[in-house]
């Protein structure tokens, strides 16, 4: 999921929209409940005043590049405690 608690399938121009100043990657657990999961990890990141959606978005893969890195091997060798969301924060973005 990017954007921390923004949950949905653009988040980007709504974290944009919305001038949010941090933003982030989280890796969670599938559940049937969309974007629900537990969270096996997050790695968060600022969003610069004059950001774009080209540069959130370079942003992003960066920082899924490192969340994956640091969290697939203690997953792989079962040392990851999962988290549970707080539904209460999460924002859903509206469909485009």
């Known amino acids: ?9 653009a988040p980007i121009p ?3 929209l919305a ?3 941090e ?4 890796l969670h657990e599938m ?3 969309f974007d629900a999961g537990d969270v ?11 950001e774009t959606a080209t540069t959130l978005y370079s942003k992003s893969l960066a920082a ?5 890195r640091k969290v697939v091997p203690l997953l792989l060798q079962d040392r990851v405690t999962l988290a549970p969301q ?11």
Do not use: N
Not at 1 to 9: F, N, Q, S, W, Y
């Open 31 to 33: 559940v049937d409940e």
């Open 86 to 96: 707080d539904p209460t924060k999460a924002t859903v973005t509206p469909a485009l």
């Open 19 to 21: 001038g949010e100043a």
């Open 23 to 26: 933003t982030g990657v989280t």
């Open 40 to 50: 096996a990890g997050q790695v968060r990141f600022p969003v610069a005043p004059r």
């Open 14 to 16: 709504f974290i944009l």
């Open 1 to 9: 999921m990017i954007g921390m608690g923004r949950r949905g399938r």
């Open 64 to 68: 899924t590049r490192v969340l994956m």
